[in-house]
């Protein structure tokens, strides 16, 4: 019976596509969600409306595929689009003036839809309607509740290759709440390619590991890098470890296979591994759907300091593009090119130094080579490009490349000169301790 009143409250909410965006207006605000929860056939439809509609403004994040509002008006007639997070294909729309970013940490992303941000229409995917009439909002659970609470208008793309993902909070919607459901064929989800690990990821990597202890919870950023600590950690004697991350990636299914994560020694959700969204490969898809070791929650709540502060042995990993002598970190720009965005780096960093026994660090090459082959040293003597500050001095901490791993904190800035150019490239240490000598940073009786 409840299934039957369901089912009818969803036939009388659907729409074709078509039909569905002909609900938006001139100078709307919409919303698409982050990852594989953004809408594809909704996209489309709307994209179609080029030339007819003016001003119409487009939230994103990490987008997986082209976004077809911006494929389909590069020049900006009807469609303005922005993201919380650029993913490698927003970075080119960066490039290109075609996409804007939007400043934010990931613990307080729920509370600006909450507290400020207007949201004409909501257009999420989701996986199909359980039998008591719930959807679930999957691999995104982002900060999916928040913008569908602040919407006039929400419509759900039911993409049939969406799993059904078990969450701890605010992880599904009701059809009762629903005003526009749209169905339809769907290519299958988009996949998060695995960067390989080099050499010098490997390094890296070695450095950390001493660090870690059994029974320690694990975030583990996106990259090539954060994989090769994965990878390292799922060939160590380590056991009984825990996941609390704001994104899941192939390197958890690794280290499940490998018997490593089993989340027993969590001193907050024991036994559960927690994250926000999920981007990875289809084997990750396959792993997270209805699999109850696992739980989503919200952003605001994966990436609160205050949630991280109750789990002990709490060990952040996370890259960097850059940083300058005074142990400021640059990871979302390169001068003024954007690159990605602050995510979550400066959320888990606080939240490993809360957390009794943690450690956050922050990690990257010594140096980088362009495409002519010329070298570039990551550690700069300052910051003077447009760099933008993603990790302030104050917390930095833990600070890796493949020559070694030191520990800002309570350093003083002669300190943190020393212990920053030990980890450079040594083709680059003499010019670092010069320009540290004329910033008046370089202790007189070090060596030259």
């Known amino acids: 019976m409840l299934l039957n009143r369901f ?5 009388t909410k659907l729409k074709t596509p078509e039909e569905a965006v002909k609900l938006v207006k001139d100078g709307d605000w919409i919303d698409y969600s982050s990852g594989v929860g953004a809408p594809y056939l909704l996209d489309e439809a709307l994209a179609k409306r080029k030339g007819e509609l003016k001003d119409v403004k487009i939230r994103g994040c990490l987008a997986m595929r082209p976004v077809q509002v911006v494929e389909q ?3 900006q007639q009807s469609f303005t689009y922005q993201s919380w997070h650029c993913s490698g294909y ?6 290109e003036g075609l996409c804007y970013y939007i400043p934010m940490l990931f613990r307080n992303l729920a509370s600006y839809y909450r507290r400020y941000l207007t949201v004409n229409v909501a257009m999420i995917s989701v996986a199909p309607m359980d039998n008591a009439g719930y959807f679930s909002f999957s691999l995104a659970n982002y900060a999916t509740k928040a913008i569908l609470d602040a919407a006039d208008i929400i419509m759900l793309e039911v993409d049939e290759n969406m799993p059904n993902v078990y969450g701890g909070m605010e992880d599904c919607i009701h059809i009762s709440e629903v005003d526009v459901v749209v169905e339809g064929k769907h290519p299958p989800l988009a996949q998060l390619p695995v960067p390989k690990a080099t050499e010098i990821d490997q390094k890296i990597a070695e450095q950390i590991v001493p660090f870690l202890k059994d ?4 975030q583990l950023g996106i990259g090539g890098m954060p994989n090769s600590v994965g990878n390292l950690i799922a060939e160590s004697d380590l056991k009984h470890l825990g996941m609390h991350t704001e994104l899941l990636s192939d390197g958890y299914v690794d280290l499940y296979e490998a018997g490593k ?4 020694c969590k001193t907050l959700h024991r036994d559960k591994g927690v994250f926000g969204i999920a981007l990875g ?10 699999n109850r070791g696992l739980l989503s929650f919200p952003m605001d709540y994966v990436n609160s300091p205050e949630v991280m502060s109750q789990m002990d042995g709490m060990i952040s990993i996370n890259s960097c593009i850059a940083m300058d002598l005074y142990g400021q970190v640059s990871s979302e720009s390169s001068g003024t090119r954007h ?3 602050t995510g979550g780096q400066l959320d888990f960093t606080t939240g490993a130094y809360m957390s009794k026994g943690g450690k956050g660090f922050i990690c990257m090459s010594s140096s980088f080579q362009d495409k002519q082959g010329q070298r570039y040293s990551r550690i700069k003597p300052k910051f003077t490009g447009g760099d933008i500050i993603t990790t302030p001095r104050t917390q930095s901490y833990y600070i890796v490349t493949e020559y070694g791993c030191v520990n800002l904190a309570g350093r003083s800035a002669w300190e943190r000169a020393e212990m920053l150019i030990s980890l450079a490239h040594p083709d680059f240490r003499d010019e670092l301790i010069k320009q540290a000598e ?4 370089w202790r007189k009786s070090n060596r030259v």
């Open 7 to 11: 089912y009818q409250q969803y036939q």
């Open 73 to 75: 008006d590069r020049e």
């Open 90 to 95: 927003e970075r080119k729309l960066c490039d």
């Open 215 to 218: 029974g320690a919870t694990i």
């Open 261 to 264: 994560l089993d989340n027993k």
């Open 281 to 290: 490969s289809q084997r990750l898809y396959d792993w997270v759907a209805e």
């Open 339 to 341: 690159i990605s965005g």
């Open 438 to 441: 004329i910033q008046k940073i």
